[in-house]
């Protein structure tokens, strides 16, 4: 049996004690992970976003700070 992603993320939340992301933090978390991706190999994307957990800020803070970093690299 193959769980959607809103399933799966529930159920793990639950797990682990906390609450999963609103769907307001999921966008910006994806949006996260496809900077990182972008900006460097896929494999940044998910430990990104392990890293804003590490941080204790927000998805949306973390992806404007990732936004930026992407754009120095282009430059």
Do not use: H
Not at 18 to 40: C, H, K, Q
Request: charged share 25%; hydrophobic share 50%; aromatic share 6%.
């Amino acid at each position: 049996m193959t769980y959607e992603a809103a399933q799966w993320l529930d159920q793990f939340a639950e797990v682990l004690g906390v609450e999963a992301p609103s769907p307001e933090e999921m966008e910006d978390l994806l949006a996260l992970a496809g900077v990182a991706a972008r900006a460097s190999e896929r494999t940044a994307a998910p430990v990104s976003c392990w890293l804003v957990a590490r941080a204790g800020v927000t998805p949306r803070e973390a992806l404007a700070k990732a936004s930026e970093l992407a754009e120095s690299f282009a430059e």
